[in-house]
């Protein structure tokens, strides 16, 4: 999988902007607030249909614009392909996939990214719903049915607590659950059981990426820990749902909340037998979620047979001169498309790493 040209028009500090990708590695120089974030942001848009610095589509026009657009030719699988999203101050963003226009719910998969950020570095000891949002996003790239699914139960937790906050305030039957619960149900295990296999093979590869940048003195287990569920759990999810719905139902009740479901649960690191998010140190930490990185990237491989695009955005000051070191002996063995910004080249070995493109108030020279 490979970016073959960007093309930005009125997106964020950039006018007008063409750029032609042929290299493995690509290094974006300069200072802060020059815009080199904003080619990062712009080729993970075109995976995801969102940016993962705004919520607002209209952010990304340039300040003095009524209207924009980023487009992505890339290849995949050696077949050459293009995205297109046009913005507007009055009209609804338009994705437009190899010349026919798709909604949002299509545009998953069509090309994968996996993006590396200093907020990453929080995964482990930030909140359960940053970890969760790790996995499905790794999860419906590889699967786009996943991520269709992990939309339908959002939407009906959604109603569900519509429903409970309604019944608290004697607006509605609490028999009225009976319609959602047992669709709740059945998105819930199919969800749950999507996670549990990707933990399984990304407990796998993570240890053997985090054996090798702790030179096999750590080992990582993860593991994927279901909110409420008793030791020795038997029987099918949709049932073990069932029960624990109708268990809690007059707690979610008076909360206005669902409280048993996917969107509870949580993903545990542990190294050597300890909790990481608990009782690891910074370095632990930060060695926890460069292997959960890499261990992405070969998820990701294994089940699209490709590698995704790597997108680095101001990570390398955040890591040591040892994990720089291993993370780039990684990309380049692997030749991995690597989209990285950095502000200061010293960062990088001394040698031939990639091309350098120094980035200043909105131009690319390199």
């Known amino acids: ?134 996995l499905d996003i790794e999860i419906s790239q590889a699967s786009p049915a996943y991520y269709h699914e992990l939309t339908k139960y959002t939407h009906i937790v959604a109603q569900r607590n519509m429903l409970l906050k309604k019944i608290r305030e004697r607006r509605a039957k609490s028999d009225m659950l009976d319609n959602w619960d047992p669709q709740l149900e059945k998105s819930a295990a199919i969800i749950v059981h999507k996670r549990l296999d990707a933990v399984k093979k990304l407990n ?76 690891g140190s910074q370095g632990q930490q930060r060695t926890g979620v460069l292997a959960l990185k890499l261990a992405e990237l070969e998820f990701i491989k294994s089940e699209t047979g490709e590698y995704p695009v790597l997108l680095l955005d101001d990570v390398m000051s955040e890591l040591d001169a040892a994990r720089r070191e291993q993370l780039l002996l990684f990309i380049q063995k692997k030749r991995i498309q690597t989209f990285i910004t950095a502000t200061d080249q010293a960062y990088f070995p001394k040698g031939k790493v990639g091309q350098y493109h120094i980035v200043s108030a909105g131009t690319i020279v390199g």
């Open 1 to 134: 999988m490979k970016v073959k040209k960007l093309t930005l028009h009125n997106y964020r500090n950039y006018r007008d902007l063409k750029l032609q990708f042929d290299k493995n590695i690509h290094i974006f120089l300069g200072e802060n607030a020059q815009g080199k974030t904003n080619i990062i942001e712009a080729i993970y848009y075109a995976a995801m249909g969102h940016s993962h610095r705004t919520n607002t589509d209209l952010d990304l026009i340039r300040w003095d614009e009524k209207e924009g657009f980023v487009q992505l030719d890339f290849e995949r699988l050696d077949v050459e392909n293009q995205l297109k999203f046009h913005f507007s101050q009055e009209k609804k963003k338009s994705i437009i996939y190899n010349g026919q226009t798709i909604k949002q719910k299509d545009l998953i998969g069509a090309i994968n990214v996996v993006l590396f950020s200093p907020e990453d570095l929080f995964l482990i000891k930030g909140s359960p719903a940053g970890r969760r949002r790790f």
């Open 204 to 279: 796998m590869l993570a240890n053997l990426m985090h054996r090798r940048i702790s030179t096999n003195r750590e080992s990582l287990e993860i593991t994927y820990e279901i909110n409420g569920i008793e030791n020795g759990m038997t029987g099918e999810f949709i049932s073990w749902y069932n029960s624990k719905l109708k268990e809690s139902r007059e707690v979610d009740i008076l909360r206005g909340s669902t409280s048993i479901g996917p969107h509870r649960d949580d993903m545990v690191l542990n190294v050597n037998q300890i909790n990481l998010r608990s009782f």
